[in-house]
């Protein structure tokens, strides 16, 4: 029988090696007469599309030679064309395992691999071998980018993608790197091949439509990516609306719309296949309104997913654990998925980093050793651009380390696309009082389109006004970002905690009070908030020393002992050196050896019962700022610290040089001139503290302190009248402003019973 041309044109791209050829290196004529009459007749069926009698005849075939590779070849595509893709999946296995470097098998393998996300990882491997032989096919790479990236390994994803780019590939293979980019979190570039797909003339549908809208919210279109997700709507529930909702709740949330991204989500509660799409959406809605309850029904959700999902991918798990890890009740959890993946990935960097910040919040790992590994990770970094923006996305995750500071900066050298970096940089940098640098990286950041739509960087802008001095210009910031509808409410409830310390600092205890009594409302179960409250009310003397320890012992009891909060620094440094507190202050500093206010409690406590373990100590600080200071900001840094720790010994004349040395390389320095002041006030050169805190005033115009510290000099040196009218001003200003001080309210009752007394007259309030 005449073997039709079609049934040469199949074997001939069937074999293996050469498309033409047979491994042996025989011509197709050779093929053809070297493959069972059996097998050629199955594929003159295919050709013929009779696709069910080729199945029958494959079938035959290979029970009548097992070891025909051609034979199971044609009954892998029979089962293909006829939709039996597991069958199909099966039979190519077999092929493999006779023919490993089979190249149609391999392709096909790789192919099906996107179909279901159990088969992905064979898919990869089988084009991981394919590539090895032909290093050149840019349809394998673009299907292995493809892949890597359903499987959520952005980073080698978008290596294959970078080189299938270059090439000029197929309209589809440009929307599945459009989605990858986007589902990476690389929105711009997401977008511009959206952009790029479309100038073929096809649009956008299904899922492909869902990560478009996802690429254009997140370059702060979210209002056309609502128009295009609710053309994309189906009027039935199934799984593209369960998806299309999903995004679409995600988009009204960008657009200032949270009641209608909420009511999207009603149809999909209740349903089981619903489950993954809705805690998506929950979880987003919950963190960005504050909202405890929807985080906690998220956290069940994704638990429920991941625990009745038979073998869950890794790309399920990771994003079950991502999540989880952000609510604190659920930390623990999310360990046990990171240790689990971390077993089956351990070459993988990022996945380490997480587990790492993770175990340190928990209390499993201490500050030094966490700084001691992520180091060991981190250097060197990858050279990959993948690899770095996977790296950076990571380090954006977790507060900025300041060791860490040459791997951000390095990072941002390399261009890596990661704008929340430049915000991290600047966190960094205003603690190293490099206040003109972290403006700059502050504005690299609001140059992108999600920085200039993120209200965060106010928050940092008020913080560098408020170390200049411009404590009223600080204060606008904060108030222009808790009126802002667009702003998110974890920066909202910032921008309150900010604006009550300036209102503190002004002297408006009253006011910084109203503030937290605000974020309380809002939270009443909200530790933090407490703590912060307690800290403002003790400082301001509405609250004793017992009611502050009482909240803070309460704070230590219900949380990780890593877990240290601004506002747990300010209430431990606020409060007098205890002995009961010395472990937690040796915590505090390890955590961050930055807050002086805490280690001076701890020289201070030391200094009582032993001074010259007190003095070792301030040496090991002194010696440990000293190693890591690379600039003369770190040496005023260091003078800083000295001088504050040498007064806490009451070693007045170091202090006094401490501070002078700052002076002589900042002559401008409000903090340097109060701290002297101070010094000298407690040498009793009354005539030079004086000048100081005059100094300050010129500089800080609005301070409170130098003010109080004026009209204190000026009781010292038996200048009553004077200074109860400087007092008495303060206590107009802080009565226009709101608020009374009540500890200034009994410095002026002393003052005049003093005064009275020196005069022979006994005080009113004393007669009775």
């Not at 593209?240 to 009204?252: G, K």
């Not at 309104?289 to 985080?295: A, D, M, R, V």
């Not at 703590?531 to 009482?550: F, I, K, N, P």
């Not at 007190?614 to 260091?638: E, I, M, P």
Request: a neutral charge.
């Amino acid at each position: 029988m005449k073997t039709p041309l079609i049934s040469a044109l199949c074997l001939g791209i069937l074999l293996a090696g050469d498309p033409l050829l047979h491994p042996g290196g025989m011509s197709i004529a050779q093929a053809q007469q070297a493959v069972p009459t059996t097998v050629r007749q199955g594929f003159t069926q295919l050709g013929q599309g009779l696709v069910n009698d080729a199945i029958a005849t494959f079938r035959g075939a290979v029970r009548q030679y097992p070891n025909s590779v051609e034979a199971k070849l044609g009954l892998a595509i029979a089962y293909r064309r006829a939709g039996r893709d597991a069958e199909a999946w099966q039979t190519y296995q077999q092929v493999l395992a006779q023919a490993p470097n089979n190249q149609l098998a391999l392709k096909t393998v790789g192919i099906l691999g996107g179909f279901r996300p159990e088969w992905q990882q064979k898919g990869i491997e089988a084009l991981n071998t394919l590539l090895t032989i032909t290093p050149n096919d840019t349809d394998a790479l673009a299907q292995r980018a493809l892949l890597y990236g359903y499987q959520g390994r952005f980073a080698e994803s978008l290596t294959d993608y970078q080189r299938v780019l270059q090439q000029n590939p197929p309209p589809e293979v440009v929307l599945g790197a459009a989605q990858i980019y986007t589902y990476s979190g690389n929105y711009a570039q997401g977008l511009e091949l959206f952009n790029r797909y479309q100038t073929t003339g096809k649009p956008i549908t299904d899922r492909a439509a869902i990560a478009y809208a996802r690429a254009l919210r997140g370059t702060g279109n979210a209002a056309q990516a609502i128009a295009i997700l609710q053309a994309q709507l189906p009027p039935q529930l199934n799984a593209t609306a369960i998806q299309v909702r999903s995004e679409l709740s995600q988009a009204y949330l960008d657009n200032g719309q949270p009641t209608e991204a909420l009511a999207i989500l009603d149809p999909l509660r209740g349903r089981m296949d619903s489950r993954l799409a809705l805690a998506r959406a929950l979880n987003e809605i919950g963190q960005r309104q504050n909202q405890p309850p929807l985080l906690n029904e998220a956290a069940a959700l994704y638990r429920q997913v991941v625990t009745t999902t038979p073998n869950p991918s890794p790309l399920l798990v990771r994003e079950v654990a991502d999540v989880l890890s952000g609510i604190p009740s659920q930390r623990q959890a999310a360990l046990q998925l990171y240790t689990q993946l971390a077993q089956q990935q351990p070459n993988d960097r990022v996945l380490a980093l997480q587990k790492l910040t993770l175990e340190n919040q928990l209390g499993l790992l201490s500050r030094a050793d966490l700084r001691l590994q992520l180091r060991s990770l981190l250097q060197p970094l990858p050279t990959e651009p993948a690899e770095q923006r996977a790296i950076a996305q990571a380090l954006t995750r977790i507060d900025p380390d300041p060791e860490l500071l040459p791997v951000y900066q390095s990072l941002l050298q390399a261009n890596v696309n990661e704008p929340f970096l430049n915000f991290r940089l600047a966190q960094l940098l205003i603690e190293q009082n490099d206040l003109a640098g972290a403006k700059a990286a502050l504005a690299t950041y609001q140059t992108t389109t999600i920085g200039a739509n993120d209200q965060a960087p106010q928050l940092l802008l008020a913080e560098i006004d408020r170390r200049q001095g411009n404590l009223e210009a600080a204060a606008q910031r904060y108030q222009a970002i808790t009126t802002n509808q667009t702003a998110d409410l974890d920066v909202q409830s910032a921008a309150l905690r900010g604006l009550a310390g300036i209102r503190l600092a002004q002297g408006r205890p009253g006011d910084a009070l109203t503030l937290y009594d605000q974020l309380l409302a809002r939270n009443p179960q909200d530790l933090q908030v407490q703590l912060g409250r307690t800290s403002v009310a003790y400082q301001a003397g509405r609250v004793s020393e017992a009611e502050a320890e009482a909240v803070l012992n309460a704070w230590l009891q219900a949380r990780s002992p890593n877990d240290a909060p601004p506002e747990l620094y300010s209430l431990v440094g606020a409060l007098p050196p205890s002995p009961q507190r010395e472990a937690l202050y040796t915590r505090l500093i390890e955590a961050d050896s930055s807050n002086v206010q805490v280690q001076v409690r701890l020289v201070q406590l030391l200094a009582q019962r032993d001074p010259y373990r007190a003095q070792a100590q301030v040496n090991q600080l002194l010696a440990r700022v000293r190693s890591t200071a690379s600039s003369d900001r770190d040496n005023v840094n260091l003078y800083f610290l000295q001088g504050q720790l040498a007064q806490a010994l009451g070693k007045l004349d170091q202090a006094d040089a401490a501070y002078q040395a700052v002076l002589a390389r900042q002559p401008e320095n409000a903090d340097a001139l109060s701290a002297l002041g101070g010094i000298r006030f407690q040498q009793r050169r009354f005539d030079s503290a004086t000048s100081l805190y005059a100094q300050v005033l010129t500089f800080r115009p609005d301070d409170l302190d130098a003010r109080k510290s004026l009209a204190e000099l000026a009781a010292a040196q038996g200048n009553t009248l004077d200074a109860l009218q400087q007092f008495e001003q303060l206590q107009l200003q802080q009565t226009a402003n709101g608020g009374a001080d009540p500890k200034l309210s009994r410095r002026v009752q002393q003052i005049q019973e003093d005064f009275l007394k020196q005069r022979g007259f006994q005080p009113s309030w004393e007669r009775y």
